[in-house]
């Protein structure tokens, strides 16, 4: 909580239960869930600097299938994000590479200063799994 300072606020959801963090807001809700969205802006309280989707669809073990259902999540994610990030704001988020996320990626590098991929030291090497981090928003029409 350190980084966040006394007036920021952190707001986690979850389709799981989680054990309770000192100082976060959470939810146990779906994202897809059409009413998310808005009780999300609600616990944020106006908008924010970072969002962070770390969300991953139950595996299928077609490669294929789990590509494309985890970028259904990404997207949805980082739509969520442009609708309430503040300017210079950044977008982190789970991908599985897969051949669908040029459009994805377009889009980020349209609204963001940066885009990269990133793989953290924890993810195996012999990993799909990557993130896209995408910084520096240029705003949007709220």
Same mark, same amino acid.
């Given at each position: 909580?350190?980084?966040?300072?006394?007036?920021?606020?952190? *707001?986690?959801?979850?389709?799981?239960?989680?054990?309770?963090?000192?100082?976060?807001?959470?939810?146990?809700?779906?994202?897809?869930?059409?009413?998310?969205?808005?009780?999300?802006?609600?616990?944020?309280?106006? +908008?924010?600097?970072? *969002?962070?989707?770390?969300?991953?669809?139950?595996?299928?073990?077609?490669?294929?299938?789990?590509?494309?259902?985890?970028?259904?999540?990404?997207?949805?994610?980082?739509?969520?994000?442009?609708? *309430?990030?503040?300017?210079?704001?950044?977008?982190?988020?789970?991908?599985?590479?897969?051949?669908?996320?040029?459009?994805?990626?377009?889009?980020?590098?349209?609204?963001?200063?940066?885009?990269?991929?990133?793989? +953290?030291?924890?993810?195996?090497?012999?990993?799909?799994?990557?993130?896209?981090?995408?910084?520096?928003?240029?705003?949007?029409?709220?």
């Amino acid at each position: 909580m350190k980084r966040v300072g006394p007036r920021g606020r952190v *707001v986690g959801i979850d389709i799981l239960a989680m054990d309770e963090i000192p100082g976060v807001a959470f939810a146990q809700i779906d994202f897809l869930d059409p009413a998310v969205p808005d009780k999300l802006k609600a616990m944020l309280g106006g +908008p924010a600097d970072v *969002v962070l989707s770390d969300m991953a669809a139950n595996a299928t073990g077609h490669r294929a299938t789990d590509h494309l259902k985890i970028m259904a999540l990404v997207e949805a994610a980082a739509e969520f994000a442009h609708e *309430v990030l503040n300017d210079g704001g950044a977008f982190l988020a789970k991908v599985i590479q897969g051949g669908t996320e040029s459009a994805l990626l377009a889009a980020l590098k349209r609204d963001f200063a940066m885009v990269k991929h990133v793989k +953290p030291a924890a993810s195996r090497a012999d990993s799909a799994e990557l993130y896209v981090l995408a910084t520096g928003f240029r705003g949007a029409s709220r």
